[in-house]
């Protein structure tokens, strides 16, 4: 399985981004799927998850202001980020979570993108 990133950049505070995670080699549709980022020199951190079934997870500091989709299709999902903070400055990670356990351990997910940058201003 392969997941790519893409959408993040530089935007101001209250400003709006959107994610993009394409997934190749496998169906993803019915996988459980997390969005995770990570800030210089503290741990990643799961932002938003989708079931297998579609029941979606937001982490507290996100609900409200992030959407999490998925476009089944195209293979792929989504995180609409608005009303951005600067501590929303990280790098974004999807990933798939491949064994049962915890939506907020980064153990059970297996296939993790390579990251995008996102970095909001204030």
């Known amino acids: 399985v392969q997941l790519v990133e893409s959408g993040g950049g530089l935007v101001q505070a209250g400003g709006s981004m959107r994610l993009s995670c394409a997934a190749s080699?496998?169906?993803?549709?019915?996988?459980?799927m997390g969005w995770w980022r990570q800030a210089p020199g503290q741990e990643r951190k799961l932002v938003a998850a989708?079931?297998?079934?579609?029941?979606?997870y937001y982490a507290d500091s996100v609900t409200g202001r992030f959407t999490l989709s998925r476009d089944n299709p195209k293979n792929s999902v989504y995180l609409q980020m608005n009303a951005l903070k600067p501590e929303d400055t990280a790098v974004y990670y999807c990933?798939?979570?491949?064994?049962?356990?915890?939506?907020?351990?980064?153990?059970?997910?297996?296939?993790w993108g390579q990251g995008t940058q996102v970095t909001v201003s204030s």
């Open positions: 990933a798939t979570k491949t064994a049962s356990g915890p939506y907020s351990s980064v153990d059970y997910y297996g296939y």
């Open positions: 080699g496998s169906d993803i549709t019915t996988n459980a």
């Open positions: 989708i079931s297998g079934d579609g029941a979606i």
